[in-house]
């Protein structure tokens, strides 16, 4: 909906990452791209409340990357590449996901342009396992690979509601972890880890940060409402 046609003159590229290679409970996550692209046809294009219409962003949608089936470490690759592509031509890139290991692949290459980068995660789930059922590439383990590449105090981490207790060890040690209000201030002990609202949080972050880029995953989880459909995983 709205994207224009002309490569050159967008600020902003759409891109499909299609990725449902490590999913671990209901597979899926390849469709997204196309769902997200058919329903946004129902949403009108103008924003009452920024009083601005679609058409003044000049955007491209670039379709989607042919992943090679089952190649994990190859679409990866793929990922970096074409992200790599839209910021080396000064344009902004926009990833419709596909599961959450594609963020590694794209934080390499946003990684090559700006070393400082800042990586803002909106999630349900900590996924920063180590290894999952063998593997180290893995949407449980995605968040750590982002943050040995990042520096895990260049990771914050808001509205997580879920991890093991080894997740959560690391994220106090090494991570800004912001976890969900639900799970109350004594969560998870025994460390105390402050309880802000998302709004604080967001803006301690941004003056902790001043002027540097950040890079904000595809996450939906954090937002869904229990009146929604399921999601997979991730």
């Known amino acids: 909906m709205g994207a224009g046609e002309d490569y050159q003159e967008a600020a902003l590229v759409l891109l499909g990452v299609p990725m449902d290679f490590t999913t671990s ?15 946004s046809y129902a949403l009108e294009e103008y924003s009452p409340y920024q009083d601005r219409e679609l058409g003044q962003l000049p955007f491209y949608d670039g379709g989607d990357l042919a992943l090679p089936l089952g190649n994990v470490a190859g679409s990866l690759k793929q990922v970096a590449g074409a992200v790599e592509r839209i ?89 800004h972890l ?13 460390a105390a880890i402050p309880i802000y609202g998302r709004t604080q949080c967001c803006r301690a ?3 902790s940060k001043g ?7 595809p996450w939906r989880k954090l937002l869904q409402p229990s009146g929604t459909g399921p999601s997979t995983s991730p």
């Open 211 to 217: 002027g540097r880029a950040g890079y904000l995953p």
């Open 87 to 175: 910021l080396g031509d000064g344009k902004f890139p926009l990833l419709l996901g596909g599961e959450h290991l594609l963020t590694l692949g794209a934080v390499a290459a946003a990684r090559g342009h700006y070393p400082d980068l800042v990586v803002l995660q909106l999630d349900a789930h900590a996924d920063l396992r180590d290894t999952y059922e063998g593997e180290k590439n893995s949407h449980a383990t995605v968040m750590r690979r982002v943050a040995e590449l990042v520096g895990a105090g260049n990771l914050y981490q808001i509205g997580i509601r879920s991890g093991t207790r080894e997740e959560l060890a690391y994220a106090r040690r090494h991570t």
């Open 205 to 207: 972050g941004s003056r």
């Open 25 to 39: 409970f209901r597979p899926g996550t390849r469709t997204g791209p196309r769902e997200i692209r058919e329903v």
């Open 178 to 190: 912001w976890p969900d209000p639900m799970l109350g201030k004594n969560w998870p002990p025994p």
